[in-house]
């Protein structure tokens, strides 16, 4: 079918396959603001769009004078960026895909935009064709590769010029946003597209429907492309492909609708900041925490990581990301490619999360019982019903519980000098 360029059409379109089966992405917040790296990936309009003390400060103290922002390009440089490191590191983090900002809402284009003269990678800064080189190195991967990209730029005079009008006109949008986005599209073929900086205007402002039309018509990914919900204000949670909702969204309960939740291992800022403790960034167990939290409730989950303007990314952000590459590569089965149960978590004071494959059901226990018995209340046994403990050789033995469920009796794990990881998933088979 030809998709209208209307919501209630372009909603209708299922989600491909593929982004539901992938669960984990990365997601890369990389462009000027990592020159200052201080604050956040906000900087530009925390210093010049609010004037706020400290950032006007900081500038103070480490620029010459009368520096501008313009002027931090050029330090962009780029210089360590090894795209193929990149992502062998997604690939062994155990992402699927991965998602870099093409351009944030300083509207400095990280490939040469032919719609973006000097305000971009390949005019200033690295002299390269970043967008191009990543997605070089990450589809020799095998890793699906998403667009991040702003709809608006803080201080763009056009679109000032169209703020100023109540969004009447569209000088911004007919000259700037959409010649991008069809750029992005016809020369590297994404397989997402993570549309931001929507907030201000309504779709209509932004064309929003007639792009989404074309994108699933005609435009060379049409079949394979996934896309989010920020397309203009009031969008967000309602139209588009999966939902975002918000950063950082944790819904309580399981939506009805694919959404997927973005979170960044740095507390404070998803750009690089050079005075980042290591109190601010998310330890390990934080981490799968989330991720296992967002999987039974249906959701994908995207962890973000700022380089540095030289293109390293820092290793306490590696460490994390082997990390739970590692817990992956053990208990992957009860991640990838599954769906939420009937019972999405136990409501005990142990906490178990709930993911399925067919009639296979995963439970998947962030701390290990005391007393090494797991209770599960929720799964009912039957007498062929046989559990098994991902990344453990052999069966476990399990009793049905008094009351209700099964008690499942954990292998006696040697004490060890170190934390043991966290995160287990019992495998259970034979269970209603």
């Not at 010049?48 to 962009?76: I, K, L, N």
């Not at 999987?295 to 030289?310: D, H, I, R, W």
């Not at 990314?313 to 009937?342: H, K």
């Not at 559990?387 to 399990?398: D, E, P, Q, R, S």
């Amino acid at each position: 079918p030809r998709y209208r360029p209307d919501w209630a059409s372009l909603d209708a379109r299922p989600l491909p396959a593929w982004f539901d089966r992938a669960k984990v992405g990365v997601f890369v917040h990389w462009g000027v603001f990592s020159v200052p790296a201080w604050g956040s990936e906000w900087f530009w309009w925390h210093w010049q769009g609010q004037h706020d003390a400290a950032y006007e400060r900081f500038v103070r103290r480490r620029f010459p004078p009368g520096t501008t922002y313009a002027e931090f390009a050029p330090q962009f440089t780029a210089h360590d960026f090894q795209p193929r490191q990149w992502a062998e590191l997604f690939r062994q983090a155990g992402a699927r895909y991965v998602v870099l900002t093409t351009k944030h809402h300083e509207g400095f284009t990280n490939w040469g935009s032919p719609v973006s003269w000097n305000w971009n990678s390949v005019d200033t800064g690295p002299h390269r064709d970043l967008v191009g080189e990543l997605g070089e190195a990450l589809r020799e991967s095998n890793l699906r590769y998403g667009l991040y990209h702003s709809l608006m730029e803080w201080f763009h005079p056009l679109y000032l010029a169209d703020k100023q009008s109540g969004f009447k006109t569209q000088s911004f949008v007919l000259k700037k946003t959409m010649p991008e986005l069809y750029d992005l599209v016809l020369k590297y073929k994404p397989d997402l597209i993570w549309s931001d900086g929507d907030w201000e205007a309504p779709d209509s402002y932004w064309n929003s429907t007639s792009f989404l039309a074309w994108l699933y018509n005609d435009s060379p990914v049409k079949d394979t492309v996934v896309v989010n919900d920020r397309w203009g204000r009031g969008c967000s949670c309602r139209h588009g492909g999966f939902y975002n909702c918000a950063d950082k969204y944790r819904p309580g309960t399981l939506p009805d609708h694919k959404w997927e939740m973005c979170s960044s291992l740095d507390k404070l800022s998803w750009g690089y900041r050079s005075s980042m403790s290591l109190a601010e960034v998310m330890d390990d167990m934080s981490v799968l925490q989330e991720l296992v939290q967002t999987v039974s409730l249906g959701g994908n989950y995207l962890l973000n990581v700022g380089p540095t303007k030289e293109g390293v990314i820092a290793p306490i952000f590696q460490e994390r990301l082997l990390a739970l590459g590692r817990w992956l590569d053990t208990n992957g089965e009860a991640i990838y490619e599954s769906q939420p149960w009937r019972v999405q978590m136990e409501n005990t004071t142990d906490t178990v999360w709930y993911t399925s494959k067919g009639p296979v059901v995963f439970a998947i226990f962030l701390l290990w019982p005391r007393d090494s018995f797991l209770h599960l209340c929720s799964p009912i046994p039957s007498p062929g019903t046989q559990v098994t403990l991902l990344g453990y050789a052999g069966t476990l033995k399990w009793q049905k519980s008094p009351g209700k469920g099964m008690l499942i009796t954990l292998p006696y794990m040697l004490p060890s000098p170190l934390p043991p990881q966290s995160g287990w998933a019992v495998k259970l088979e034979g269970v209603k």
